[in-house]
């Protein structure tokens, strides 16, 4: 390799051919050995240089399209790897290229296909100019498209799932275009699932190859024998859903799927009840007549409890049950109300409760005292004591007729002992005992 005015130019070690416009075969253990491909293809040896040893192929003035470090050779086996090995076979599209590692691959492809707005096709905008710089128009973007490939990137490995970016101007008509799909994971017109059943299982074969290195081939077979058959129960449980209309009716298509007549809130309830029993019947025909049949013999042993329930209220006509029902719904719904009063009264505090209680206590006892009978032969200490005693007039009228013929208080009477004391004490204040 040498270097002047015109730039770094490369030269053959061997035959000191200028090899800067073509492939060159640089060795890996010896230090400034480059061959080109004649002297590498004769297998040449000189000084310590020998033909085993370790090399690298590359081009010297490939220049980079859409990224650095990405020649439009690489740009284009890459291409070329995608439709032969098949998308996502990181792999093997790396094994294509040659000079590439597997995440090489996958974060170059990504990065520059598919998150650029116009994807599945690269900005033209990010081609890279002949002196190694970037145009114009991206030189003013490259931050902004930075920023806006990290954000998707981010989005993409928390959702897994490889996400097309609209350009601006289309986002109204995307959003108006929505369907259902989006929301349950099922895509109609492909059949598939977002989330598969197991849809780990793939991770086991992903980087499997067959060759004579490492792991037999008789492992790997069984491998695969495990890996169909969850493809096998994927298919079925995918077939059963759809089949059975346990999705969305949306997503059916229209000819599968079956004319339902509208059904009632309660119908619906008990249908959705029996849908962990569809697995029991071959087809889905089946299951809606059993379901039917169950849901008709429900309503009459609900019609027959109607009935019995008018005969013993002695209705024997369809108008007058009709009149009862609606009466009986009225008292039902009158005997809510009150159930809700009174929860809301237990829900009032202890305090508030006790509260409630004196001042209905003292309203009331206002009214009554000048209502009762007696109070007007009471003298105003004797109407203190009975208020403080609770008891009525007549009772402490009858309590002093009963002291004044016998000059004490009967202990036969309901009074505990402190309410006859109060009365004793009174009665010797007054000079009655």
């Known amino acids: 390799m040498n270097s002047n005015q015109e730039g770094v130019r490369f030269i053959c070690s061997n035959c000191e051919q200028d090899i800067s416009n073509t492939i060159i075969v640089s060795c890996s253990v010896c230090s ?58 990181w792999l093997g599209i790396s094994e294509y290229i040659g000079t590439k590692t597997k995440e090489e691959v996958e974060n170059h492809y990504l990065d520059t296909y ?24 991206q030189k003013k973007k490259c931050k902004e498209l930075y920023v806006r490939n990290t954000q998707r990137k981010k989005k993409h490995d928390s959702k897994h799932l490889v996400q097309r970016s609209y350009p601006k101007e289309n986002n109204e008509l995307y959003n108006k275009k929505k ?18 059943y197991n849809n780990e299982s793939e991770k086991i074969t992903e980087t499997m ?50 004319r339902k007549r509208k059904r009632s809130k309660r119908e619906k309830e008990y249908y959705n009840k029996m849908k962990v029993f569809t697995k029991c019947f071959e087809n889905n ?48 719904s009158n005997s809510k109300n009150n159930k809700r009063r009174t ?53 402490y009228l009858a309590i002093k007729n009963q002291f004044l013929i016998t000059q004490q208080v009967s202990t036969s009477t309901d009074f505990d002992q402190k309410k006859i004391d109060k009365i004793t004490t009174f009665y010797r204040k007054n000079s009655w005992l």
Not at 37 to 59: D, N, Q
Not at 122 to 127: A, C, S
Request: glycine share 6%.
């Open 343 to 395: 929860s809301n009264r237990k829900k009032l505090s202890e305090k508030s409760r006790k509260r409630l209680q004196k001042i209905t206590s003292s309203s009331t006892s206002e009214i009554e005292r000048t209502s009762l009978p007696g109070i007007q032969l009471l003298s105003e200490e004797e109407l203190k004591i009975s208020n403080q005693m609770k008891v009525i007039p007549q009772q």
């Open 32 to 89: 400034k050995i480059d061959l080109c491909p004649e002297c590498f293809s004769s297998g040449a040896e000189f000084g310590t240089h020998l033909r085993s040893h370790a090399y690298s192929v590359y081009l010297c003035n490939s220049k980079p399209t859409y990224q650095k470090g990405w020649s439009v050779e690489e740009e284009m086996l890459l291409l070329e790897g995608i439709g032969m090995k098949g998308f996502g076979n």
């Open 209 to 258: 190859g067959f060759d004579d290195r490492g792991i037999p081939w008789e492992l790997k077979y069984k491998v695969l024998q495990g890996y169909n058959d969850h493809l096998k129960e994927r298919i079925r449980r995918k077939n059963f859903v759809v089949s059975r209309e346990l999705i969305y009716p949306h997503f059916l298509r229209k000819g599968s799927r079956s």
């Open 114 to 137: 598919l998150y650029s707005d116009k994807s599945p096709l690269p900005e033209t905008n990010q081609i890279i100019s002949k002196k190694g710089r970037s145009t114009k128009v």
């Open 285 to 332: 025909q089946d299951y809606e007549a059993v379901c039917q049949s169950l849901f008709d013999e429900e309503k009459l042993k609900h019609a027959i409890g109607k009935l019995k329930d008018w005969r013993e209220n002695g209705i024997t006509s369809i108008a007058e049950g009709n009149e009862f029902e609606i009466e009986k719904k009225l008292l039902l």
């Open 179 to 196: 369907t259902f799909s989006s929301i349950a994971g099922y895509m109609p017109k492909r059949h598939d699932f977002e989330v598969e």
